[in-house]
Every structure is written in structure tokens, then in C-alpha cells.
């Protein structure tokens, strides 16, 4: 007799071997097995399954594999039955099916949309579309866990639709084309609150927006211009994303085209007396990063974004901020216009909302 906790364990692995050796042409849009009539005599637990995934009894993940895991470890044996293999097959297509209709439905149904992915996906190891689909709701769905009212995200105030969109976008590899594809059209749907809303935002907010793709309306001012080639900073923020974690986001603005590859110096000030040497009063960290799309790569004329995590527990209120050639000997610094440094220093307000 296998154990429940160990079939739970296994049944990610289970559930791919038996979809792979399984395919049939089926309509996803029927039930995956005629349980009325039952006409394989499959167990009562089978046939209960089958009914409580298509009467909704069952909703998420951990409920469908809790159960998956009961069924198989009273009925082994089905494991190898041929014929409930192709009922396992068609019930993939199925989950997939019912993913799909979750997602259309809008917010409220991402997370449901989730599960069934992820359940799908075991159906269909070899299919890259649903293995995408199943990793791109699978981004928003650790996302709810930091959000709880993330499915209400249509009734909730824009600051707040705002915070869940720069979370996604910041933190998750796929974040930027979910929000491109799923969120971005909530956010917008009511154009003249949104026209409102822009008016009142941080440049940073603004900026954020721009590189999105939900507005086409950059900040109209540089908090920084560096020359040879011609860039801007046009908005700085530092937000805390958990204890001791912070996340920094420098929106740039090249005029020209990036030929090399550019470094970001980023330099957090601190009042910390044990950081000063015997040989000078240099009091800062630095945070100095490669930005994830190579400044090679940065459109002239488009408005883009450096950010990068920080492992830093106090606030952020004094910055120096440049661009540098580390491949060049010795380094080379972008000069900042106006200044007397290869930085440009910055005053953040003292929430760390960013500048305007």
C-alpha cells in the first residue's frame, strides 16, 4: 500500500507519465468520460473524481492532487489501465479547456485559471504553448500569495493596481507579458479615469507606465543628462519589496544609439560611521549592476527601465547615480552634465516614493 504523502509527492511525475502514453482526438469541451453510465467499471472513487472536477466541488491544485492521491493510492491499479489513461488524457485536454475559459473571464479567474494550467501541463509535457501558459499564471499566482486582494484588482484604487503591477513586473521573469496580456487591458478599460489618474502620478509612476506599454506619455524632465552618448535619468525610486529587501528602478532615456555595453553605478549614502576608513570619509555602499537588457539593445528615443534588488534595511534617501564602460582601461564615466563628478547625486524623499 503507497502512502498518501508519498503519492502526493509523486504525483506530479505520475500524472506526466500516464498523459505522454496517452492521445486521442476528443472535444475538450465535453465531460472526459460517460460517468452515468460508467461503462469501463471504474471505481465509485474514480467516478466520484471525474464528477466533482466537472462540478466545480474541486477548484484548486492542492484539492485536485489531494485527491489524485487518495484515488491511486486505494486503486493502484489503475495506474496501469489503458483505458483510464485515455479518460486521464482526455481530462487534461479538458483542464486545459477550462483554463482557458478561467482566463478569459478576467481577474477573478487567473488563479483558478492557474491551477488547471498546472494540471494541464502534466497532461501535455511536450506541449510548449500550455508549459508557457502554466509558468505565465503560475507568476501571477505567487503574486496573489503577496497580494490577497489581487483578484479585486477592477475595484481597487490605481495606486494600489499599481503597486501589484510594478511587484509583477519587477519580480517575475514572465511578469511583463502577463501584465502586456492579461492586465494591462483592466487597467486602462476606463480610459478617462485613467487619463485622471496620470495626472497625479510620480514621475516614477509615470515613467513605469511609459516603459509598460500603457502609456505613450514619458516624464518631460531629466533629473540627470549625460553625455558621449546623449542620456537621460528622468526618474529614480527605491521601495522596500520585503524585510532587508529593496528594490531600486532607474528609468533612462537615450537619444542616441548605445553602442557598447554600459554599467550602472548606483550608490546608496549612509550616515554609518563604521564605513569610514582610516584613509578617507567615503560613506557609501555601492550597487553598482549590469542592467538586464544591455544598454546596446536600449532604443534610441524609448523610454527604458535599470532596476536591480538591494539587501539593504534602512531607508534610501541619498543616491549617486551613473553610467560607466567597465570593458574600457581604466573605466570610463558618461560626464553628467552641470556636475563636477562621474555621478549624479540625488536627494530621495524620505519614503522612498521616488523622485518627480
Not at 492579461?182 to 487597467?187: C, E, G, K, Q, V
Not at 563604521?274 to 560613506?283: E, F, T, V
Not at 544598454?295 to 524609448?302: E, I, L, Q, R, V
Request: glycine content about 4%; proline content about 6%.
Amino acid at each position: 500500500m503507497i502512502s498518501k504523502p508519498s503519492m502526493i509527492a509523486r504525483l506530479p511525475a505520475a500524472l506526466a507519465v500516464i498523459f505522454a502514453l496517452s492521445g486521442c482526438g476528443y472535444d475538450p469541451a465535453d465531460p472526459p468520460y460517460d460517468t452515468a453510465n460508467n461503462p469501463e467499471n471504474y471505481p465509485r472513487a474514480a467516478i466520484q473524481l471525474l464528477d466533482n472536477l466537472e462540478n466545480d466541488r474541486l477548484g484548486t491544485f492542492e484539492e485536485i492532487a489531494e485527491a489524485f492521491a487518495s484515488l491511486y493510492t486505494e486503486n493502484s491499479s489503475l495506474l496501469d489501465n489503458e483505458n483510464w489513461k485515455i479518460v486521464i488524457d482526455r481530462l487534461g485536454q479538458r483542464l486545459k479547456y477550462r483554463a482557458d475559459e478561467e482566463a478569459e473571464s478576467g481577474v477573478e479567474g487567473y488563479t483558478r485559471a492557474a491551477d488547471f494550467y498546472a494540471l494541464g501541463s502534466f497532461a501535455c509535457p511536450e506541449d510548449t504553448d500550455l508549459q508557457h501558459l502554466n509558468e505565465l499564471f503560475a507568476a501571477w499566482k505567487r503574486q496573489e500569495a503577496r497580494f490577497p486582494n489581487a483578484s479585486r484588482m477592477a475595484s481597487l484604487a490605481f495606486q494600489d493596481r499599481l503597486d501589484i503591477l510594478r511587484s509583477l513586473y519587477f519580480t517575475e521573469l514572465l511578469g511583463p507579458e502577463f501584465i502586456g496580456e492579461h492586465l494591462a487591458p483592466h487597467l486602462v478599460e476606463n480610459r478617462a479615469e485613467f487619463t485622471r489618474a496620470l495626472a497625479g502620478l510620480s514621475a516614477a509612476d509615470r515613467a513605469f507606465l511609459c516603459v509598460t506599454g500603457l502609456t505613450d506619455t514619458r516624464p518631460d524632465t531629466a533629473l540627470a543628462e549625460f553625455s558621449e552618448p546623449k542620456i537621460d535619468l528622468v526618474a529614480v525610486r527605491v521601495l522596500p519589496l520585503e524585510e532587508n529587501i529593496q528594490l531600486a528602478e532607474l528609468y533612462f532615456y537615450p537619444h542616441e544609439s548605445v553602442q557598447s555595453d554600459l554599467s550602472v553605478a548606483l550608490r546608496v549614502h549612509t550616515v554609518d560611521s563604521s564605513l569610514r576608513s582610516p584613509a578617507d570619509d567615503l560613506r557609501f555602499i555601492p550597487f553598482d549592476f549590469d542592467p538586464e537588457m544591455a544598454t546596446s539593445d536600449w532604443a534610441a528615443g524609448h523610454l527604458t527601465v535599470a532596476h536591480r534588488t538591494m539587501f539593504y534595511s534602512n531607508p534610501v534617501t541619498d543616491v549617486s547615480i551613473g553610467l560607466m564602460d567597465r570593458n574600457s582601461e581604466p573605466v570610463r564615466y558618461l560626464t553628467p552634465e552641470g556636475g563636477d563628478d562621474r555621478l549624479a547625486r540625488l536627494s530621495l524623499p524620505s519614503e522612498g516614493a521616488g523622485t518627480d
